[in-house]
């Protein structure tokens, strides 16, 4: 199958096997460094839950898959601070608003943003708000300025961002993320999933 000449990645930054994707990835940027990405939010994960101990061993049998599947890891932190934490919401609006800012201020950069977001969850155990502004650094941002804007909520522009995905989702028959498009023969047509994982 050639390589498109752009991208469409649908995903949301709690999903774990859009962060297991993440090797995959990286091998399509190196086929071609020249190839155009766009990012787009499914917000999948973002309306408020409190999974029962029930769900979150689900959660981790799921993510040992992940991590035997793809090399990612999924560490003791994330088990015991975020699987583990019975009084943490299963929400995923701070993690996307962060990867959607610094993403507006170096597009270039969404992937590995994306990237640094979702081990904040998976390898760092901690998705507080001050745990993502530690990112602004990173990424050529001032952290007072990003916390700012997280405490803010979420700006129109990242609303639409959303509704664009899912009507890129429904338009291609597509139920779940990760969810890659290219564009081939002057179309955006799916890909198949094995090209992630």
Known sequence: ?????????????????????????????????????????????????????????????NDRQIATRTGQPFSDAYREHILGDDQQGFDSSLATLTWHLLSEVQPEAALDILHAVQQLRYVAGDVSLAAHATLAGRFGCDPQWLAAQLAAGWPPALHAQVQQARQLMQEHQLFGVPA?????????????????I
């Open 1 to 61: 199958m050639p390589i498109p000449s752009e991208f469409v990645l649908i995903v949301d930054p709690w999903c774990g096997w859009c962060y297991g994707a993440q090797p995959g990835l990286q091998r399509l940027r190196e086929e071609d460094p020249q190839a155009r990405w766009t990012l787009l939010p499914s917000g999948l994960f973002c309306q408020p839950s409190f999974p029962d101990a029930e769900r979150r061993a689900y959660f981790w049998r």
């Open 180 to 196: 890659l498009l290219g564009r081939l023969n002057g179309q955006l047509q799916a890909l198949p999933g094995q090209m992630l």
